[in-house]
């Protein structure tokens, strides 16, 4: 099956700065990779997604990149502010079924 | 994205009883799936629910255990039988085919369970 790495497992950054959190994917048949931002107490909401017919999608402040040859996709959240703390996951989706990640702790210092 | 509501929101149970969790959606959708999220953890998907039929369980998971209902398109239920301690966790019901949209799921805010 597939099988997800997801990295760093906490990421720490000043207000303003840039985060990057990288995943891996080990299956090619994977079409559909979606990030999910969960905060404290509250469930996974969906920030951005990609399909494998995609190279890059931006919305605003975050843009999620895929690179289907190396087998991976990493999320980017530029000018970060405190409201970005938050696990983020990622996940790849063959069918209807995604695997996730295990997270990212993102904790954004004022 | 479609308005999902779970009941109860959190629950504090004795071991060896059993909970009901209601998940229910404004709209039709075709995929309704049950996860289980411990503190600090990943989302495991426990069973995807299938209207008419039984659900299709993942490794690790039973229908003895967690037997799931979902009698129409926008509802269903997750049965925690004779629980233990170990099963204190968090209960996500998510949903797929909103607005016609595949692979998309959204979560609903989970249900809190501890065990004593």
């Known amino acids: 099956g597939e099988n997800v790495e997801q990295h760093p497992s906490t990421l720490s950054v000043q207000e303003g700065d840039s985060a990057v959190i990288k995943c891996t994917y080990s299956?090619?048949?994977?079409?559909?990779f979606p990030w999910y931002k969960q905060e404290l107490g509250k469930r996974p909401q969906l920030i951005i997604d990609i399909r494998s017919n995609v190279g890059e999608k931006k919305d605003q402040r975050i843009a999620v990149t895929l690179n289907k040859t190396a087998k991976h996709f990493s999320l980017h959240i530029t000018e970060t502010q405190p409201e970005d703390s938050a696990v983020y996951f990622c996940?790849?989706?063959?069918?209807?079924?995604?695997?996730f990640g295990r997270g990212t702790s993102l904790i954004v210092h004022p | 994205s479609a308005v999902i509501s779970q009941k109860p929101s959190r629950d504090i149970c004795q071991r060896g009883t059993s909970l009901t969790i209601q998940c229910q959606v404004d709209?039709?959708?075709?995929?309704m799936f049950w996860y289980r999220q411990q503190p600090g953890q990943s989302l495991t998907l426990i069973a995807t629910a299938n209207q008419g039929s039984e659900a299709t369980y993942e490794s690790g998971f039973v229908i003895d255990k967690f037997p799931i209902s979902r009698p129409n398109l926008t509802f269903s239920t997750l049965t925690v039988s004779n629980m233990s301690p170990e099963d204190s966790s968090i209960y996500l019901c998510s949903v797929e085919g909103v607005g016609g949209a595949t692979d998309t799921q959204y979560f609903g805010p989970g249900t809190r369970l501890t065990v004593l």
């Open positions: 709209s039709q959708v075709t995929m």
């Open positions: 299956d090619s048949a994977s079409n559909y």
């Open positions: 996940a790849a989706s063959i069918g209807y079924i995604p695997t």
